[in-house]
């Protein structure tokens, strides 16, 4: 009897310890194999952010692939802080001189929500910028942690000339943003358990180039190992800003422009770059550009030498597709249906040289203007002859301005974003047995990126850039959700949930049709205001 209440007693202890010290664990402190950091308490979720996942990618190793960090911390480190941009040319930075954000920044910043699930579903986000700018800070937790039942991680990446330069051999090879971005899904498989994530439930997500990154991933194989699921929003690799035709010819430019003694010599121009302020190879990207932010990707990803150290691609992503080779996971791809506003409304800025919208100019230089500008080299063989067959395709006899801007917007919308996304879903369905999922958002925001762009209220843009995911991630560029926008908000983030958990896909009672090579028709989601359905493709 004694011996029985001893061994009762005992477990009665064990049981009180363990309740203890789970009452008492502080939910802030997070012990990493870098040692303790310690993040920040924002009422329904907990952060934790500017953790290192990467050496600094600075002298010698600047145009190299990022390093594992693996520093160990003495003193607890502080995850409060947040994350730095990537150095970058900021579009949307004030000023003629657009130099912001810093070498050393490679970061990944976690997002718990404070539900007290045991294992959280992860999505990993991947910011857009044109692979030429973006700040995480813009994109907002608040819908995601409100709904509580995912972790997010949002990864801080290599930008412009210091991520995606390429001499197209071995000295250069170009994609360290990409290999950033794998670096940090890695750095996750291995830690995202500590936090509460489950590391085998992982949804890639991102928007415009970090969409087109997602997909990016979803070619190279190895992401099979680091990830479930997969969401493009408005970016893929086959939009023709997505991969570069002109990178060495605007590497070598940068290294004329910083005096680098041989051109010819391509890891001489290696050495010297490495040895320039981060900051003068950044800023360089200004003599690359016609007119304002254009064209918007001056460096981006590239193929790779088939030598090429440490290669993340050696082939064009279309041959990839074709050949089946890939990380065959569930793919969600997303259109909205003006998301051309990006760049088109920018044409709608004025012309200080000539007191009219720079849509005007397009009248007499729009064949100079429009292969770079719409990246047509990527499409054709011979752009200026395709820039003449979009222009009468378009416009008919109508001349560019603003009253036909709808026309230009409805060129931009095609050409950079829906075409290459219906060649995606049609070519990845002759080869994939995971499915692969498309959606047509609908559904104007009061205020977005079109009005952001051109400074003026005057004009309707539609559906542009960002007006889906500014749902989805609260983004201060954008009128705050109508009724409508907060009830569609609550399905996206229901979707993705889902889609991570069960590779199922659906938007509220609407079923995605799954597209793969059993498939006798392709279709997209129409998703409206108030409908959603299947439509034939």
């Known amino acids: 009897m004694k011996f029985k209440l001893f061994v009762l007693g005992s477990i009665l202890f064990v049981l009180y310890s363990i309740w203890c010290g789970n009452r008492n664990k502080d939910p802030l402190v997070v012990e990493i194999e870098n040692g303790v950091l310690r993040g920040k308490d924002n009422g329904f979720y907990y952060s934790y952010e500017s953790i290192p996942y990467a050496e600094a990618p600075t002298g010698s190793l600047r145009f190299e692939a990022s390093q594992p960090y693996n520093q160990k911390w003495v003193a607890q480190f502080d995850a409060s802080v947040k994350p730095k941009p990537c150095m970058q040319w900021d579009q949307f930075q004030e000023g003629e001189d657009k130099l912001t954000g810093v070498e050393d920044c490679l970061t990944v910043n976690v997002y718990k929500p404070k539900t007290g699930k045991e294992k959280y579903p992860v999505m990993v986000y991947f910011h857009g910028g044109c692979f030429m700018f973006g700040d995480v800070n813009f ?20 930008l412009g000339p210091l991520g995606f330069m390429s001499t197209e051999d071995e000295a250069i090879t170009g994609n360290f943003g990409l290999k950033d971005q794998q670096m940090a899904l890695k750095w996750i498989q291995k830690n995202i358990a500590n936090f509460g994530g489950d590391p085998s439930k992982v949804i890639l997500s991102g928007f415009s180039a970090g969409g087109a990154s997602t997909h990016y991933h979803v070619l190279n194989q190895e992401t099979k190992k680091l990830a479930k699921t997969a969401v493009s929003f408005s970016g893929v690799a086959l939009n023709p800003w997505a991969l570069s035709t002109t990178a060495r010819q605007n590497a070598l430019k940068v290294a004329k422009i910083l005096k680098c003694p041989n051109l010819e010599n391509t890891q001489e121009v290696k050495k010297c770059l490495q040895a320039k302020p981060a900051g003068d190879i950044v800023s360089s990207v200004k ?128 050409v950079l974003f829906k075409d290459g996304l219906l060649e995606t879903v049609r070519l990845h369905s002759k080869k994939s047995a995971t499915p692969i999922y498309g959606y047509v958002y609908d559904n104007p925001a009061d205020y977005s990126a079109g009005y952001a762009l051109s400074g003026r209220k005057d004009i309707k843009f539609g559906t542009n850039h960002l007006d889906d995911l500014s749902l989805i991630f609260h983004y201060p560029v954008r009128s705050p959700p109508r009724p409508d926008e907060v009830i569609i908000s609550k399905k996206f983030l229901e979707m993705l949930v889902n889609f991570v958990e069960t590779e199922h896909l659906s938007f509220g009672d609407c079923e995605f049709v799954k597209n793969n090579k059993d498939s006798k028709q392709l279709k997209l989601m129409s998703i409206t205001k108030d409908d959603c359905k299947p439509i034939v493709v």
Do not use: C
């Not at 608040?142 to 990864?155: A, P, Q, S």
């Not at 016609?290 to 992503?317: L, W």
């Open 287 to 414: 003599y690359l550009l016609n007119f304002g932010y254009n064209p918007f990707s001056t460096f981006g990803p590239v193929v790779e030498h088939p030598k090429a150290k440490n290669a993340f691609i050696t082939k064009h992503p279309r041959d990839i597709i074709k050949s089946g080779e890939y990380s065959q996971i569930p793919h969600l791809v997303t259109v909205t249906s003006e998301d051309g506003g990006y760049n088109a409304a920018e044409l709608l800025q004025i012309n200080p040289k000539t007191g009219k919208e720079y849509i005007y100019d397009l009248n007499e230089k729009w064949l100079d203007l429009a292969p770079a500008n719409l990246f047509l080299r990527s499409i054709n063989d011979r752009p200026v002859e395709y820039a003449k067959e979009l222009r009468s395709k378009y416009m008919g006899d109508l001349s560019f301005s603003v009253d036909n801007y709808w026309k230009v917007q409805k060129m931009y919308t095609d």
């Open 139 to 158: 994109y907002e937790p608040d819908y995601l942690m409100r709904n509580g039942n995912m972790i997010l991680v949002k990864v801080v990446y290599r």
